[in-house]
């Protein structure tokens, strides 16, 4: 049973517009939540995070909406470049230290 | 510049025989994890570590082993018994003296198995 699911396998967007990436999760006890980006053939790069005391998390271009009653978060790339094209995870856990779960990935792509 | 080794970045082996990836890191991480990637399922968790010479089944562990003698050094087997060895794999260390730390990831190696 999937608890951080990403339910679109793919986007594609025009270079300056807005990247949205969409995430839900199924187990309430999570509370920190992170995005992941990733190239081929190279391990993910941290990108920017949130805990479940927050609703809002801005770094740059980038910034990460969480919705607890509605158990979804989403990122934000404004404006896209094509640099951005990769592999996004949504990854989550529950207060602890205990291991990050993934979901299957969002591939961008930007189209200049 | 602190990082997570992985070692080798492409290896191949013939089934039945078992096979030793290599992650080292040297950012002082309690914590250590091995994920396996393929196309379409994202990143499961193997095993993972959170103080040397202790380590926790993931959620696919059946068919690799793992050692934990050192803290920098987390070293996966796969082995024959691991039905479907072909894939991407990631290991990963995170600080445990704080909560909200994120994983710092390897370059992978991927393993090919025929």
């Known amino acids: 049973d999937q608890q951080v699911k990403q339910n679109s396998p793919s986007l594609s967007v025009q270079e300056g517009r807005i990247s949205i990436l969409n995430c839900d999760y199924t187990?309430?006890?999570?509370?920190?939540f992170l995005w992941y980006k990733k190239y081929p053939a190279e391990g993910p790069t941290f990108l920017i995070s949130?805990?479940?005391?927050?609703d809002k998390n801005e770094d740059g271009r980038f910034t990460v909406f969480l919705n607890k009653s509605a158990k979804h978060l989403s990122l934000h790339i404004v404006p896209s470049q094509p640099g951005d094209s990769a592999v996004y995870f949504c990854a989550a856990r529950p207060s602890g230290n205990t291991p990050l779960v993934f979901g299957k990935g969002t591939r961008l792509s930007v189209i200049a | 510049d602190g990082g997570i080794t992985q070692s080798p970045k492409y290896l191949f082996r013939k089934e039945g025989q078992n096979v030793t990836l290599s992650c080292e890191q040297n950012?002082?991480?309690?914590?250590m994890y091995w994920y396996r990637q393929d196309p379409g399922q994202g990143l499961r968790l193997i095993y993972y570590?959170?103080?040397?010479?202790?380590?926790q089944k993931g959620d696919i562990a059946e068919g690799y082993s793992v050692s934990r003698e050192k803290k920098e050094s987390f070293p996966l087997t796969v082995t024959s018994a691991q039905k479907n060895p072909t894939a991407f794999y990631l290991c990963?260390?995170?600080?445990?003296?704080?909560?909200?730390?994120?994983?710092?990831f390897g370059n992978g190696t991927r393993l090919t198995v025929t």
């Open positions: 570590s959170q103080i040397v010479n202790d380590f």
């Open positions: 949130i805990s479940s005391i927050k």
């Open positions: 990963a260390s995170s600080t445990s003296s704080s909560y909200n730390s994120p994983l710092h």
């Open positions: 950012l002082n991480h309690d914590a």
């Open positions: 187990n309430s006890m999570f509370d920190y």
